[in-house]
C-alpha cells in the first residue's frame, strides 16, 4: 500500500495541542533483516520495506512541525555484511533520489549527509550530490541521513582535527572544551550546525543506541518499540512525539518546569 502526502497529513493526530515539539528527532530504524524474514523475502526486499516507511516518516516529520530529522541508514559497521545486501542498500539510495526527489523538493525539505560517503560506488555518490545540491536552497526540515557514519568515528575526526590545530597553530591543548570537539562533529558548527538531538527512536525492540550521535545523545529521551522498522506508521510515531511531550527533561540539573 502507498500513501500520497493528503493521506498522511489525515493519519497524523493533531498537533496543536501538543505544546512541546521536539526541535531534533533521530531514529535507529531498526528490524528490516526480520521484516524480510518474516515475509520469506530476501534481506534486500525488508531494507527496500525500510526505505518505504522512511518516506512517509519523512514526509509526517515535515507536517509535525519538527525542524530537525536524523535517521541512521548505513553505520561505518554495516560494511560488515554481505556484498549483496551493502550493495541492495547503496542501490536503494538511488532508487530513492529517483523516486523521491521532486516530492521532497515540494516539501521544502533539505538533506545533510552525516558521514563520509566517498567510498559509495559512484552511481550512489552522483545520486547523492544531485539530491543535496537541488534542495540546498530549501529551508523546511532539514533531513540528516547518516551515511558510512559512526559516533565514536566522528569523535575521533573532531579530536584529530582539534590536535592538528594544536600542533601547527600552537593552540593549547588545555584549553580546549566541549564545544570545540562538538564543532567538528557532522552536526557541528564547521560542518551542519545541527542542535544535539531532543528524542531518539529505536523500533524493532532492541534497546541500545548502537553508535548513533553518541555525543549528541548525552541528555536525549530515548523511545524504544517492538513494531519492526518497515511496520512503523506515522500514527505511531506521532503518539511517540506526542509522548515526549509529557517527559520531563532536567539535563542532570531540575525540572524544566521548576523557576
Ligand atoms: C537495520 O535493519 C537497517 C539498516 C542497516 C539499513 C536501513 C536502510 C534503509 C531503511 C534504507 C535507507 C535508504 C535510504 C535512501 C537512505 P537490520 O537489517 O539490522 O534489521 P535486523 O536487525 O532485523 O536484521
Not at 495541542?17 to 515475509?39: E, F, L, Q, T, Y
Not at 515535515?62 to 556484498?83: C, D, H, P, Q
Not at 600542533?167 to 542542535?195: C, N
Amino acid at each position: 500500500m502507498s500513501y500520497g502526502i493528503s493521506d498522511i497529513f489525515g493519519m497524523i493526530t493533531d498537533m496543536s495541542d501538543i505544546k512541546k515539539i521536539p526541535a531534533h528527532v533521530g531514529i535507529i530504524m531498526d528490524g528490516n533483516g526480520r521484516w524480510a524474514k518474516a515475509h520469506g523475502v530476501p534481506r534486500v526486499m525488508g531494507h527496500n520495506a525500510g526505505m518505504q516507511s522512511m518516506k512517509k516518516i519523512v514526509i509526517a516529520t515535515s507536517n509535525m512541525g519538527i525542524k530537525y530529522l536524523t535517521v541512521y541508514a548505513f553505520s561505518t559497521e554495516n560494511w560488515k555484511r554481505s556484498t549483496e545486501e551493502v550493495s541492495g542498500i547503496f542501490n536503494l539510495i538511488v532508487k530513492y533520489v529517483n523516486s523521491e526527489l521532486e516530492e521532497l523538493d515540494e516539501n521544502n525539505v533539505h538533506i545533510n549527509i552525516f558521514g563520509d560517503y566517498s567510498m559509495l560506488p559512484k552511481a550512489s555518490i552522483d545520486a547523492i550530490d544531485k539530491m543535496v545540491s537541488r534542495l540546498d536552497k530549501n529551508d523546511g526540515l532539514v533531513f540528516n541521513i547518516a551515511l558510512n557514519y559512526g559516533g565514536r568515528d566522528e569523535i575521533l575526526r573532531s579530536v584529530r582535527e582539534l590536535a592538528r590545530q594544536c600542533a601547527e597553530e600552537g593552540r593549547d591543548p588545555s584549553g580546549l572544551t566541549e564545544d570545540d570537539i562538538s564543532r567538528y562533529l557532522w552536526s557541528g558548527d564547521a560542518y551542519f550546525g545541527v542542535p544535539d538531538p531532543d528524542l531518539i527512536i529505536r523500533t524493532s525492540g532492541e534497546e541500545r543506541i548502537s553508535n548513533f550521535l553518541t555525543w549528541q545523545s548525552a541528555y536525549s529521551e530515548l523511545m524504544f518499540t517492538d513494531t519492526l522498522w518497515p511496520d512503523f506508521t506515522p500514527d505511531e510515531y506521532a503518539a511517540m512525539i506526542e509522548a515526549y511531550a509529557n517527559r520531563d527533561r532536567r539535563f542532570g540539573g531540575r525540572k524544566e518546569t521548576d523557576k
